[in-house]
C-alpha cells in the first residue's frame, strides 16, 4: 500500500515539475508574459482534466495497475520530447504566427501539444492508483484523504523543489532528463510481473548515474549560457552594421538586454542609452548621485563611472547571476559601481534615511514582462521621495514607437507625482516597437539649452505629444500585461537570434 501513496506522490510531484519548466522551455521564442503562463497553466490543466478521465475511465476495465507501466512509460517519451525538439517550438509559434493565428490562441496551441500532452498521461495515474488502493478497503474516507494527500505533497514537493533549487541549480534540459528517467523507472517499478519488475528496475537504477553523466555535457550544449532563477541567460556575439562591426550582446529570454561594439566597446551601443546619457552630461555635476533600478549589462552605470569621476553609482539588480555574467563579460573594468541584488522596490524601502540621489534610471522593463509594482502612483511618490532638488526620475518602457498604451499610462502615473514629465523615443527612430524614455521632475527642464548640448544624439529625440486621459496605475490596479496585449498580439511568434 506504501507504494501507491509514494507513487502519486512522485507523479504529482514530476507533474508540477513540467508545469514549471514549461516558461523557461517556452521563452526563448514566445517571450514570458501574463499571456504565455496563462496558456502554459490552462493547457496542463486541461490535460490534466481529460487525463482524469481517461484514467477513470480505465481503471474500471481491469485489473488498473496493468497501466500503470504505460501511462509512465508515455509520459516520459513526451517528457524527453521537451528538449530533444525544443528548435521545434520556435518553428511551430513561426508558422503560427503567419498564419495570423491569434496570439492567445497559438500559446494554447503550444501549450497543449508540448504541455499538455504529458500532463495527461500523469493525471491518469491518479485514478488508476485510486482503484488499486480502494479495491479491498472498508475505511474508503480515510484511503482517499491519504492519497489525496500524497498528491497534494508531491505538487508543493515538486514546486518548491523546482522553482527555489533544480532550475537555477541544473537548468531546465538536465531537469528535464531527469524526469524522464524517473518516470521510466517508475514505469519499471509499477509492472505487475514482480520478477521483470525486479529485473527492469535493478537495470535502470544502474543505468541512471551513466545517464547523469552524459547529463553534463548537454548543459553546456544547453541554449542557455547561465539558467538562474529568474532568466536564460546568453552572451552572443552577432554581426553589426559595416561601421560597428560585430556586435556582444547580453539576452535574458527572449530580448537583447545589453551590447556594445566589439571594434568601439566605449561607445554606448543602444541607441535609449545615448539618450540618458545625453540627459545627463547636460544637466549633471561631476559628484552626481546615481541609481539604477536594473543593470542589464551595466553598460550605462560603468559609462557614468568613466564619464564622472565623482560619481556615486549605485544599482539594484534583481537577478545575481545578471550581475555576475555583466561584470565578467561586458565590463570586466568597472571598479566603482556599488551593486546590490533584490527586488527595486524593496531595495528602495531599505536606503537608509536621508539617502538622496540625482538621478534614478528605472530599467526594468523586460520586455513583454513588466514588474507591475514598479510602475504605480505609489512608487513613483517613493521615488520622489529619495530625489535630491532638482532631481531627475528617468525610465525606459517599450511600446509601440509613436507611444502606446503603457506610455500613456506611464505618462499620466508620472503626472500624478512629478509636476513635468516628458516623453523622448529611445529607439533611434529605425524600429517599429522600442524603448521611450520618461523625464519625471518636480522643476521645468531647460529642452532648449539641452538641445544645443554635443552629446545630443544625432537621431530623432523631440519630445513626443502623448495624449492625455492615460490610465492612472495604482497599487490595487495595474493592468500592465493588458496594455501590452497589442505588442504581444502582433509578435509573439517572432524568434530572436
Not at 525538439?85 to 496551441?109: D, H, K, N, Y
Request: proline letters at 6%; glycine letters at 10%; hydrophobic letters at 50%.
Amino acid at each position: 500500500m506504501g507504494s501507491i501513496y509514494l507513487l502519486l506522490f512522485l507523479a504529482s510531484g514530476c507533474l508540477m515539475t513540467i508545469e514549471l519548466v514549461a516558461g523557461r522551455v517556452v521563452a526563448p521564442y514566445v517571450g514570458v508574459s501574463l499571456y504565455t503562463w496563462t496558456g502554459i497553466i490552462g493547457a496542463c490543466l486541461t490535460g490534466m482534466s481529460f487525463g482524469h478521465l481517461a484514467g477513470g475511465w480505465l481503471a474500471d476495465r481491469g485489473d488498473a495497475r496493468r497501466w500503470l507501466p504505460r501511462m509512465f512509460i508515455a509520459a516520459a517519451v513526451l517528457t524527453s520530447a521537451l528538449f530533444l525538439a525544443r528548435p521545434v517550438i520556435g518553428t511551430m509559434a513561426e508558422a503560427l504566427s503567419a498564419r495570423q493565428v491569434p496570439a492567445l490562441v497559438g500559446i494554447f496551441l503550444l501549450s497543449t501539444l508540448f504541455f499538455g500532452l504529458p500532463c495527461f498521461f500523469l493525471a491518469a495515474i491518479s485514478p488508476l492508483l485510486y482503484k488499486a488502493a480502494l479495491q479491498s478497503r472498508q475505511r474508503v474516507g480515510s484511503t482517499v484523504g491519504r492519497l489525496a494527500a500524497s498528491g497534494i505533497a508531491g505538487s508543493i514537493a515538486g514546486t518548491y523543489a523546482t522553482g527555489f533549487w533544480l532550475i537555477p541549480a541544473y537548468g531546465t534540459r538536465s531537469i528535464l532528463l531527469g524526469i524522464t528517467l524517473l518516470l521510466v523507472a517508475l514505469g519499471a517499478y509499477s509492472l505487475v510481473a514482480s520478477p521483470v519488475r525486479r529485473a527492469i528496475t535493478a537495470a535502470i537504477l544502474i543505468a541512471l548515474p551513466l545517464a547523469a553523466s552524459a547529463a553534463l555535457p548537454m548543459r553546456a550544449a544547453a541554449q542557455c549560457d547561465v539558467e538562474s532563477a529568474y532568466y536564460c541567460i546568453r552572451t552572443v556575439v552577432t554581426a553589426g552594421t559595416t561601421e560597428s562591426g560585430p556586435v556582444k550582446r547580453l539576452r535574458l529570454d527572449y530580448l537583447t538586454h545589453a551590447g556594445y561594439a566589439v571594434n568601439d566597446p566605449d561607445a554606448l551601443w543602444y541607441p535609449y542609452e545615448q539618450v540618458v546619457a545625453w540627459i545627463m552630461k547636460a544637466s549633471a555635476e561631476p559628484d552626481v548621485r546615481t541609481l539604477f533600478l536594473g543593470g542589464g549589462g551595466y553598460m550605462l552605470p560603468h559609462w557614468v563611472e568613466k564619464n564622472f569621476p565623482w560619481a556615486t553609482i549605485d544599482v539594484v539588480e534583481v537577478d545575481p547571476a545578471v550581475t555576475q555574467v555583466a561584470m565578467r563579460e561586458f565590463v570586466p573594468t568597472a571598479k566603482r559601481i556599488h551593486s546590490k541584488n533584490g527586488d527595486a522596490r524593496l531595495a528602495m524601502t531599505q536606503l537608509r534615511p536621508g539617502r538622496k540621489y540625482d538621478v534614478v534610471f528605472a530599467d526594468v522593463f523586460s520586455d513583454l514582462a513588466v514588474p507591475y509594482h514598479l510602475t504605480t502612483v505609489e512608487f513613483a511618490q517613493l521615488v520622489k521621495s529619495r530625489l535630491a532638488q532638482p532631481g531627475l526620475y528617468i525610465v525606459n518602457v517599450i511600446d509601440n514607437r509613436d507611444g502606446g498604451p503603457l506610455v500613456g499610462a506611464m505618462t499620466a502615473t508620472l503626472k500624478k507625482v512629478f509636476p513635468y514629465v516628458d516623453v523622448l523615443p529611445g529607439n533611434g527612430g529605425g524600429i517599429v516597437r522600442g524603448p521611450h524614455i520618461l523625464v519625471a521632475s518636480a522643476n521645468p527642464l531647460p529642452w532648449a539649452e539641452w538641445d544645443q548640448h554635443p552629446e545630443r544624439p544625432s537621431f530623432i529625440t523631440g519630445r513626443m505629444k502623448v495624449p492625455d486621459g492615460g490610465m492612472v496605475l495604482t497599487d490595487d490596479y495595474v493592468p500592465t500585461d493588458n496594455l501590452l496585449l497589442p505588442i504581444f498580439s502582433d509578435r509573439w511568434g517572432v524568434t530572436r537570434g
